[in-house]
């Protein structure tokens, strides 16, 4: 089992910034590679931004140069840097987590691909509104 609680959303200017925080509580030593998502009203939920185990990364296109996603392994924190902020970044964003295995690697982001059908936690979802 693994909770996910985000915080640090919130509004802010374009052109911003503002840093995402996910407490990832696990009950199992099970591994996962960590994710977030985004979902604007009316449009279809999309990913963000994926790190692995060994802490390889991989960014959707549209995000890429302008956020960073990191993990403290000792807090287990999983942390999204957003700068330079969008109108279009406005959306509610979400931790999610994917078990991953010697023979399961982690799929979300490969190829492009971010259907987020591979996840089995997801958190509540935390918003952040970027005014032009």
């Known amino acids: 089992q693994v909770q996910l609680v985000e915080s640090g959303g919130g509004s802010v200017q374009a052109g911003g910034s503002l840093r995402l925080s996910c407490a990832v509580i696990?009950?199992?030593?099970?591994?996962?590679?960590l994710a977030w998502f985004r979902q604007a009203p009316g449009q279809e939920r999309e990913g963000v931004a994926v790190?692995?185990?060994?802490?390889?990364?991989r960014y959707a296109d549209s995000v890429k140069g302008r956020f960073t996603i990191s993990k403290d392994n000792a807090k287990n924190i999983l942390y999204l840097q957003m700068n330079n902020l969008k109108s279009e970044d406005t959306a509610n964003y979400y931790c999610?987590?994917?078990?991953?295995?010697?023979?399961?690697?982690?799929?979300?982001?490969?190829?492009?691909?971010?259907?987020?059908?591979?996840?089995?936690?997801w958190g509540q979802g935390t918003q952040v509104t970027v005014s032009s």
């Open positions: 999610a987590a994917e078990l991953i295995g010697s023979d399961y690697p982690c799929m979300i982001g490969r190829g492009g691909r971010w259907s987020g059908e591979t996840i089995m936690y």
């Open positions: 696990k009950s199992s030593t099970s591994n996962y590679c």
């Open positions: 790190i692995d185990a060994d802490a390889s990364t």
